[in-house]
């Protein structure tokens, strides 16, 4: 996948295709054939500090770890984005969604895993 600017975390997408963020800049959307569907910053309108790590739910929301801002925010298919974590983060990083609804993120600053 060419023209990424500085390409960090990658998710696959449940439907196919996959979700790439990209360091201080933006997080953008690919279907399976590599061809860029939208940047979730033009889509929500949402600007981001330093985004790091990305994951998708079981119902297609796609869901950003902020590393500057320290911040999870879920960006749904349709809505506007949720701020579902905004305090208890350090630096967040990776990131993993389990089929059960828990959200796993790997802070650096303090060498665990958080589990929402």
Not at 11 to 32: A, I, L, Q, T
Not at 47 to 75: K, Y
């Amino acid at each position: 996948v060419p023209n990424l600017q500085g390409p960090r975390y990658v998710s696959p997408v449940p439907r196919g295709g996959f979700v790439v963020s990209e360091e201080c800049g933006d997080v953008k959307v690919f279907m399976s054939s590599c061809k860029r569907l939208f940047s979730l910053s033009s889509k929500y309108g949402h600007q981001f500090g330093n985004p790091a790590g990305v994951c998708v739910d079981t119902d297609g929301s796609i869901l950003v770890a902020d590393e500057q801002r320290r911040t999870v925010h879920l960006f749904p298919e349709h809505g506007a984005p949720i701020c579902l974590v905004s305090t208890g983060l350090q630096r967040p990083a990776g990131m993993a969604c389990s089929s059960s609804g828990h959200l796993f993120v790997a802070d650096t600053v303090e060498n665990c895993v958080k589990v929402f």
